[in-house]
């Protein structure tokens, strides 16, 4: 049963994720870095540590007692993926979203599922449990399923593209490279939550449970903010803009918060929230916690899929398209189903 409702808790993280940016689309009178470093003050920055003030009994002991290396990897890991997230904006201006997503999530799913028990030397231990094959296959699915998503998505943007003209900035080379870069940096992440879980355990030790998780927000989180702030600054610079941080989306002149901030407000409410789910999910993986990252890159793709769906951006498109779709999402939904089941089995092991 814990093994469900680790998935479940999985599940709404992913989905938290799969709507974070779509409050975006409906900002005004702001440019890209306003709107983002707005977001990432919330989600970066102010709510990982509200959130581990909340959950987590008795802070400043564990800080304190906490040690620092893992602090240490942990914020400088979390910058690296405030990195990869600047490359995957940047892939999408020349390849765009649909093969950033494919090649970029699906090198995240696999580096930040394997690499932490690789680096604990603990692959080969793992793979010899109960339903530990199973997890494996999961993790193929997944990497396929997105896979064939990515391919429905470029399906998509042809036949969009030959309903328009407009120029195109499609760069293949330069997009690529910016994939592999997001990807590889993305799965940062995952592995730099895994270096951080000693002073999870210290947050355990004071009664913090299935919160424990919070408190390594902390830092992931504001090594994240940095970078993203430092290129954030860098294009206000450039483009002149920090003025719109003045300038209000609404026509009350008078309200406190423009509809841009609300928006912003909104989309780091539900990034930290992805996150937030899925450390509440993670302590409930059993012998299988590593594979929590795999499971949550699927979910991602399987929700954005659904998402778009019910946004109806997949309208106008040919059969084709929308067939490699279904056929992505029933792969995903399989994934997951199987990946659950392996999970189910290594924990009903270690309990007998």
């Known amino acids: 049963m814990s093994i469900i409702t680790g998935v479940l808790f999985h599940a709404s993280g992913a989905g938290c ?3 974070c940016y779509t409050p975006e689309k409906k900002t005004r009178a702001w440019t890209w870095q306003t709107y983002w470093l707005a977001q990432a003050m919330v989600c970066w920055l102010i709510l990982p540590f509200v959130g581990a003030w909340l959950t987590i009994p008795h802070l400043g002991e564990v800080l304190t ?117 997001a990807g590889i940096l993305s799965a940062v992440f995952g592995i ?25 927000y902390i830092f992931t989180n504001t090594g994240a903010f940095l970078t993203t702030a430092i290129y954030c600054l860098y294009l206000h610079i450039r483009e002149s803009t920090f003025n719109e941080y003045k300038k209000l989306a609404g026509d009350n002149k008078s309200s406190a918060l423009s509809f841009n901030y609300i928006l912003a407000i909104i989309t780091g409410l539900l990034w930290y929230s992805q996150f937030f789910f899925y450390g509440l999910g993670h302590t409930r993986m059993g012998p299988y916690k590593f594979s929590s990252w795999g499971i949550h890159m699927i979910m991602l ?8 769906l019910v946004l109806k951006e997949w309208g106008g498109v040919k ?34």
């Open 65 to 181: 007692e906490a040690p620092k290396e893992p602090m240490y990897k942990s914020f400088l890991l979390g910058a690296a993926y405030g990195i990869g997230g600047t490359a995957f904006g940047l892939a999408i201006r020349y390849v765009g979203f649909s093969l950033t997503y494919a090649i970029s999530v699906g090198i995240s799913a696999v580096l930040g599922t394997l690499v932490p028990p690789l680096i604990h030397d603990q692959l080969r231990e793992l793979l010899s449990h109960t339903g530990s094959g199973l997890v494996m296959f999961g993790l193929v699915l997944g990497v396929l399923g997105i896979t064939i998503c990515g391919l429905a998505g470029r399906f998509k943007e042809k036949d969009l593209e030959n309903n328009k003209k407009r120029a195109s900035t499609f760069f293949l080379a330069k997009g690529l490279s910016l994939c592999f870069l």
């Open 17 to 19: 994720a799969s709507l």
């Open 301 to 308: 793709v399987l929700f954005s899929s659904v998402v778009g």
């Open 319 to 352: 059969g084709r398209t929308k067939w490699t779709l279904a056929v992505a999402v029933i792969i995903l939904v399989f994934a997951v189903l199987v990946l659950t089941y392996g999970n189910y089995l290594g924990s009903a092991a270690t309990a007998a």
């Open 192 to 216: 730099a939550l895994d270096q951080g879980q000693p002073i999870a355990d210290v947050a355990a030790k004071y009664g913090a449970g299935q919160f424990q998780d919070n408190v390594i």
